[in-house]
């Protein structure tokens, strides 16, 4: 899974340590660089040490007391995740090369003081909010489909079409090669 770039991920206020341990772990997998919290409601250490996916041991995690103690890396464009009328839909969106994403709490919304922060604000088109982490995990799957390398969608329904090379050889029995992508 190789993508241009880096990014990393937090929540303002949050309020469930479920949904904080849910989005670190989801921020581990899509290859987050680092995670933090700011203001958090919640004993940060309980999820870090129920955490199986070792998220901890492996991403930087900052946890911040307030939007003022923020300190991103030089470069990195913080990107608000909140569902507002004036939001850029993510489908439309193109992620910085170089980015924060920041969700807001369960109950509640981005401050006016982090908002004030963001370089842009995107919201999941939808019906009505859904949880913290699924919205994390929703847009980290955007930016990993629209920056990853993967090979082009066919238009016929299905996979990219397969080249199947010395599929038959036992030395090399699952050896393929999609058509556009170098291995
Ligand atoms: C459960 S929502 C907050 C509740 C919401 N303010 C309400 O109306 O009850 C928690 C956070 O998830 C994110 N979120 C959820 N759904 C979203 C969407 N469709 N687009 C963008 N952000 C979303 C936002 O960061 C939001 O602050």
């Known amino acids: 899974m190789s993508m241009r770039g880096y990014f990393g991920i937090g929540v303002e206020g ?29 004993d940060v250490h309980k999820v870090r040490v129920s955490d199986t996916s070792g998220a901890f041991d492996h991403m930087p995690f900052h946890v911040w007391e307030s939007v003022e103690d923020m300190d991103l ?22 992620h910085p090369t170089r980015a924060a994403y920041i969700l ?3 109950m509640g919304d981005l401050s006016p003081e982090v908002l004030a922060k963001t370089a842009h604000v995107i919201k ?10 699924v919205a994390g995990a929703l847009t980290m799957y955007d ?13 016929k329904a299905g996979g990219p079409e397969l080249l199947v090379d010395n599929a038959s050889s036992p030395s090399r029995p699952h050896r393929r090669k999609m058509r556009g992508v170098k291995e």
């Open 73 to 94: 890396p030089q470069g990195c464009q913080l990107v608000g995740i909140e569902f507002m009328e004036s939001s850029v839909e993510l489908p439309s969106f193109r």
């Open 124 to 133: 999941i088109p939808m019906k009505f909010c859904v949880n913290v982490g």
């Open 143 to 155: 930016r990993l489909i629209s920056m990853g390398k993967f090979a082009e969608r066919p238009v």
């Open 14 to 42: 949050i309020t469930k340590e479920a949904n904080l341990g849910n989005l670190v772990r989801s921020a581990h997998a899509f290859g987050a660089s680092f995670f933090f919290v700011i203001r958090p409601q919640i």
């Open 104 to 106: 807001g709490p369960e």
